[in-house]
């Protein structure tokens, strides 16, 4: 069987009919949560909550390649990650959505890759993320009447803590949006040749702004785009039910050192 799989808050298992719960060990320890399998909009999903059923994992502590891992097993091939974002740009304002199509890692301590050896591969990630999921995403957010930017480049910190002011004026340099959970998340993705896209929803200015971020904050505007998340989420998923048409399955092709 073949799902889409979604990783994110647990507000979204709402969103599935007749969900049933599966364990699932991997070479890589447990997953962050059991996987939750049942149906969105008529369409065949498979769920795992990043941090947690409940919000107990911190970003620098969940156990990706667990997650990754155990997706794969039960037949998904592409993946929505669901992700609160900070922004680095005036123009992304908190409540917008964006789509990154890049990404720049400052992580410091994560297992990033499933070959450890002794295969071997380095898979080109020059475009990590799926070109037809992320039109699909952006398209239906955008026909919600959305404020939607479809492409970016998403900062990876370390977290759990927020940035100083001083790296969050670097970041502006280089990136659009922030946050804690992309990476090795999409690395892995794209190490199994599965299809990854993030729907990510900006909550705050991050650090450079006049008003530090707080956590508060950040809730607070999680949890007015929840529905907003669920409705693109539950809209997009059978527009990318059916075959694959991308490059994102040949991401192994050339790649054995």
Not at 94 to 107: K, Y
Not at 169 to 187: A, H, N, S
Not at 205 to 214: I, T
Request: hydrophobic share 35%; aromatic share 8%.
């Amino acid at each position: 069987m073949t799902y889409i799989g979604i990783i994110g808050g647990s507000g979204l298992y709402q969103l599935m009919d007749s969900p049933r719960s599966i364990d699932v060990d991997t070479p890589f320890g447990r997953p962050s949560s059991s996987i939750d399998i049942g149906t969105i909009n008529g369409v065949e999903v498979a769920f795992i909550a990043r941090h947690g059923k409940k919000h107990s994992i911190p970003p620098h502590r969940v156990n990706y390649r667990a997650n990754i891992w155990a997706l794969n097993s039960v037949g998904v091939k592409r993946i929505i990650g669901i992700n609160a974002v900070g922004s680095l740009k005036e123009e992304m304002r908190p409540g917008d959505v964006v789509i990154p199509d890049q990404f720049i890692d400052f992580t410091k301590r994560r297992d990033s890759t499933f070959y450890d050896g002794p295969s071997v591969y380095h898979i080109s990630t020059a475009d990590p993320f799926c070109p037809d999921v992320n039109s699909a995403l952006a398209s239906q957010a955008r026909a919600m009447g959305k404020r939607v930017h479809d492409s970016g480049t998403y900062v990876v910190i370390e977290g759990p803590r927020f940035s100083t002011r001083a790296e969050s004026k670097m970041f502006r340099q280089f990136g659009d949006i922030i946050g804690m959970t992309l990476v090795p998340e999409v690395v892995l993705a794209d190490e199994m040749a599965m299809c990854y896209s993030v729907l990510a929803t900006v909550t705050d200015y991050d650090v450079w702004s006049e008003k530090p971020v707080d956590t508060s904050e950040v809730l607070r505007v999680m949890k007015e785009n929840e529905d907003v998340v669920r409705e693109v989420v539950r809209e997009t998923v059978p527009r990318i039910s059916g075959e694959r048409k991308c490059n994102c399955s040949s991401r192994l092709e050339n790649a054995k050192a």
